[in-house]
């Protein structure tokens, strides 16, 4: 791992602390939220949402993976990497608890700690089927879940992998 060889090797407890505020507030947004006003008669405005959070999260990781991968100084994607896949899941807890106001468009939904029960399950591939995406528009979110979670999630988790394990080995070199 390159850059400033006078950097400390992890991030302070001051941005440990922001990381673990910032996790606290996007959990309580999700369940403070009046994400029902998202009902049927709003669902340009939900898909919006949807596609824009959704997208800004992408960008996000992309850009922590770009640093992982340049060996960027400064960068805390142990920090960052994480933050931005918890709230990429619960963006789509959102999407599921609006999706459970929807008639015909999920079975077995009912609050939202069954929608983040639900993007867990699905991001974890392991379909338990007590909550079925039954109509076109939850089966294309859950879709669209599954592919991010390939795309983005994955890489992120590998860029992640990638500069703890060059971290290890510096931190190696450096104590011999």
Same mark, same amino acid.
Request: with cysteine; proline share 6%.
């Given at each position: 791992?390159?850059?400033?060889? /006078?950097?400390?090797? $992890?991030?302070? %407890?001051?941005?440990? !602390?922001?990381?673990?505020?910032? @996790? =606290?507030?996007? +959990?309580?947004?999700?369940?403070?939220?009046?994400?029902?006003?998202?009902?049927?008669?709003?669902?340009?405005?939900?898909?919006?949402?949807?596609v824009g959070a959704l997208g800004v999260l992408a960008l996000l990781i992309l850009r922590?993976?770009?640093?992982v991968l340049l060996e960027r100084p400064g960068a805390h994607p142990g920090l960052v990497?994480?933050?931005?896949?918890?709230? /990429?899941?619960?963006? $789509?807890?959102? %999407?599921?608890?609006? !999706?459970?106001?929807?008639?015909? @468009? =999920?079975?077995? +939904?009912?609050?939202?700690?069954?929608?983040?029960?639900?993007?867990?399950?699905?991001?974890?591939?392991?379909?338990?089927?007590?909550?079925?995406?039954?109509?076109?528009?939850?089966?294309?979110?859950?879709?669209?879940?599954?592919?991010?979670?390939?795309?983005?999630?994955?890489?992120?988790?590998?860029?992640?992998?990638?500069?703890?394990?060059?971290?290890?080995?510096?931190?190696?070199r450096r104590y011999r």
């Amino acid at each position: 791992m390159s850059g400033d060889p /006078s950097a400390p090797p $992890f991030p302070s %407890a001051r941005l440990w !602390l922001g990381a673990g505020a910032c @996790e =606290i507030a996007l +959990l309580l947004g999700y369940f403070l939220l009046p994400l029902h006003r998202l009902g049927p008669q709003h669902s340009a405005l939900a898909v919006v949402l949807l596609v824009g959070a959704l997208g800004v999260l992408a960008l996000l990781i992309l850009r922590q993976i770009h640093a992982v991968l340049l060996e960027r100084p400064g960068a805390h994607p142990g920090l960052v990497i994480p933050l931005l896949m918890c709230s /990429s899941v619960l963006v $789509f807890s959102a %999407a599921y608890f609006v !999706l459970a106001h929807y008639p015909g @468009e =999920i079975t077995g +939904l009912a609050t939202r700690v069954d929608a983040l029960y639900f993007t867990l399950v699905t991001l974890a591939t392991v379909g338990y089927g007590d909550i079925t995406p039954i109509g076109q528009a939850a089966r294309v979110v859950t879709l669209l879940q599954i592919l991010y979670n390939f795309v983005f999630l994955t890489a992120a988790a590998t860029a992640l992998t990638h500069r703890i394990r060059s971290g290890i080995g510096t931190r190696g070199r450096r104590y011999r």
